[in-house]
């Protein structure tokens, strides 16, 4: 038994058959021990990896991380993050750079190209960043359900500036409660590849997005900054467009890059580097003014079927514009709409509902939506 004195290095490991990204302690193990990388989870068996049969994957998406993997085809990732470590692990496997071959891998490519397709190359390189529209069609429901599980968990990690626990996914009974009703009547018009899963996340950034496999996040700026349920009823109504477009799916497909869409494609759907990859770009989710006025479109659409005035989600997005209209980042998705101005007057136009309707909420279920996450 020998005392334990380096410092701890922590890296993300996915282990190939759940979606999970789990937290892992990473040490390299003397010839003594075997001459194994040592991966610990915080809860269950811990993994050693043979010095000899550890690659480098190379991925075109990750770029502050190192992606390893083992030789042949086995699905396990580690992605590190930490420069000293991953310059140990450099020294430590002789093989690192070794061509990361995978006879399953090209036989499962081969099954998907036809004989005229001449090189693996053009595939990887070529077809597959163009198909990327249309393979967002082909990718099972249960690997997009895979991609927004694990994405949603990247998210969180990532806005959690105390960099503990990940930001809290807020649950109140009654906030939750109010939500469902939400949900349940704007759902009347609505025909959803997949169940919508609703989060507040408890973040003061006034932002919503969507994510692949029906996920809907909205931080709890939003909901403290709108002055009435409908303002949220719009928003939510636009994600669910979002949603039913599949443009979450389609927008991690493009910016996974090559290497990221094949492992979707092959069943790799955690996707390890791809999806911290791709957190970013799900939270800012610049779409295109088709996609964005489509959801719009959509939005108004479910207002109309519930009974209910398109003119609040008119009103939020002129003053969300006035407010952050020029903001990049993780702001753009609600706020730059690529046309603002245009947009809320056709807000206000699609609008069907004069005088009274039955609210969304009462009174008392809107108090508790918003305190959702005290
Ligand atoms: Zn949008």
């Not at 960099?163 to 704007?186: E, F, I, N, P």
């Not at 409908?230 to 799916?249: C, N, S, Y």
Request: aromatic share 4%; with cysteine.
């Amino acid at each position: 038994m020998s005392m334990e004195t380096e410092a701890m290095v922590f890296a993300d490991y996915v282990d190939g058959e759940t979606a999970r990204v789990r937290r892992v302690k990473v040490s390299v193990q003397p010839a003594s021990q075997g001459s194994v990388v040592r991966i610990e989870p915080t809860e269950g068996a811990l993994v050693d990896w043979p010095i000899d049969d550890v690659r480098r994957i190379p991925d075109q998406a990750a770029k502050d991380a190192v992606v390893y993997g083992l030789t042949g085809d086995h699905p396990a990732r580690l992605i590190v993050k930490d420069a000293r470590l991953n310059a140990e692990l450099s020294a430590a496997c002789p093989d690192l750079k070794r061509r990361h071959k995978d006879p399953n891998l090209l036989k499962r490519l081969m099954i998907l190209s036809t004989a005229s397709v001449a090189s693996v190359a053009l595939i990887v390189f070529v077809l597959v960043p163009i198909m990327a529209d249309q393979l967002a069609t082909m990718l099972p429901a249960e690997g997009e359900q895979a991609l927004g599980d694990s994405s949603i968990e990247q998210i969180r990690l990532a806005l959690d500036n105390s960099k503990a626990t990940g930001l809290k996914d807020c649950r109140s009974t009654d906030g939750l409660a109010a939500l469902a009703k939400m949900q349940a009547r704007l759902s009347i018009g609505a025909n959803l590849p997949y169940d919508i899963r609703l989060h507040v996340l408890d973040h003061k950034m006034i932002n919503a997005f969507a994510l692949p496999g029906g996920h809907i996040v909205l931080f709890e700026g939003l909901l403290d900054d709108a002055k009435n349920p409908l303002e949220v009823a719009g928003v939510l109504g636009h994600e669910m467009g979002h949603v039913e477009h599949r443009d979450p799916t389609r927008l991690a497909l493009r910016s996974a890059g090559s290497v990221g869409v094949l492992g979707l494609l092959l069943g790799d759907f955690a996707g390890g580097a791809a999806v911290l990859f791709m957190t970013e770009k799900l939270i800012q989710a610049q779409y295109s003014q088709g996609a964005e006025a489509g959801s719009d479109t959509y939005a108004y659409a479910l207002l109309a079927a519930a009974k209910l005035p398109t003119v609040p989600m008119a009103d939020f997005f002129d003053r969300l514009h006035k407010k952050y209209g020029e903001e990049k980042g993780l702001m753009s998705h609600l706020a730059s709409h690529p046309d603002s101005l245009g947009r809320s007057e056709a807000a206000r136009a699609a609008n069907t509902v004069e005088g009274d309707f039955v609210p969304i909420l009462t009174a008392d279920e809107w108090a508790s939506l918003q305190a959702i996450c005290d």
